[in-house]
């Protein structure tokens, strides 16, 4: 006898609405309907995955070969290898591989070969389409109710029944303040009213606002630095590699890393320590500049600096010690070589804020992690699974945000087509 389907043997398909088309919504697409779901994504915008489309500045950094829970950050003291040990970069790669997918590595990034972060969307859409996965796009979720074990979606003023509901609604972070869903709709908003506790939200890998008068001289200066950040003087974060000065303040990927803590440490007093030239230390620093003082002739102050740093930065530098560029270098920078060296070692900024979540590529805090089990089932209703950045997890950059997606992604759509 030759069996058509599961439930003519008896087997009743799941039916699961996924809230959300973006990275993490698709691959629960994707899991869901491979483990034999019927399956309904219910995504805002006009089309799925537009965040995808933006990522790694359009080339997609869609995961890191150096995989460790320690690249994220959450206010829940859960280890996320019970998650990684369901589905880590390895799969991840498999499973871009298998859908025809090219890619390279740099430095442990790793990038579609094309370079192109629509193909990365593309290719899950194409893999939603070949399983039969129902999109409905321009579709604002705005209410979720469960009655018997059956959850009521509300969407555009129709309501559809599914047995298990996937929430996969993102964050804040990257959309402009237009495009953003009422925040009564929100997927925090959503998850508050089905008993949820949301863990405080906030913009994160963003760049940060500064007070100094100086960021305007030095904007579109970009250089190596080692940044701490100090919260109450003390020593709380620090990161290697290339900042930004803007206007506003400060930007780069290390700045970004540090960025959570100013978003969430409001009250506390905090200082950006920049070592400019973190390659030595304060002591070898001073021998090199009274070696360089004794072995070339400067007219003046500016004179001496020329060829160390950018011209805005040894502007800044003797600004901040009350030297004219012009002075004479022997009278008014010769004896203050030992306090240029910590001025350089210790060039401090002060953070006020961090930009808006437009600016943002992603969110610290989101839905309790503590809420949530293993198959990223809601510990608070049966049948309500939760994937991506909606959860209080968040990652440095290097693409573990999107492979987190991946991961609970593919852990909700398998565990909700899947558990009886
Ligand atoms: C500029 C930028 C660059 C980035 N670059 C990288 C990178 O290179 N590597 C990396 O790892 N990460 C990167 N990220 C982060 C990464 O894109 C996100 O972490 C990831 O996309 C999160 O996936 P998600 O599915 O949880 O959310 P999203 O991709 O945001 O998808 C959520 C979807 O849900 C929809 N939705 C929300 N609420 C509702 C509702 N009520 N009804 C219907 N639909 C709803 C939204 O419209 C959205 O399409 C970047 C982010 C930005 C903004």
Known sequence: MMINSLSEVGVRVKRIGIIGGGASGLMAAISASEAGAKVTVFEHNNECGRKIKATGNGKCNLTNTFLRSSAYHSSSDKDLNRYFGQFDQEDALMFFRKSGLMMYEKDTYVYPLCNQAYVVRDIL?????????????????????????????????????????????????GINDNDRIDSNDDGYSLSYHLGHSIVKVRPSLVPVNCSDDFCKKLKGVRMNAKVTLTLDDAPAAEEYGEVQFTDYGISGIVVFQLSRYIAMEKERNKLLILDLMPDMS??????????????????????????????????????????????????ELSQRLDELASLIKGFTMHPTSVKSYPHAQCCCGGVSLDEIDDSCESLINDGLYYCGEIIDVDGICGGYNLQWAWTTGYIAGRAAASEP
């Open 125 to 173: 859409l194409h893999r939603c389409r070949e399983n039969g996965v129902k999109i409905l796009t321009d579709h604002t979720v705005n209410d979720i109710s469960l009655k018997d074990s059956v959850y009521t979606v509300c969407a555009n003023g129709t309501g559809y029944e599914f047995d298990r509901v996937i929430m996969a609604c993102g964050s804040y972070a």
């Open 282 to 331: 304060e002591e070898e620093l001073k021998n090199f500049l009274h070696f360089r003082d004794i072995t070339g002739i400067y007219m003046t102050a500016g004179d001496f600096l020329m060829g160390m740093f950018n011209k805005a930065v040894n502007e800044v530098l003797l600004d901040i010690m009350k030297i004219d560029p012009e002075a004479d270098h022997e009278s």
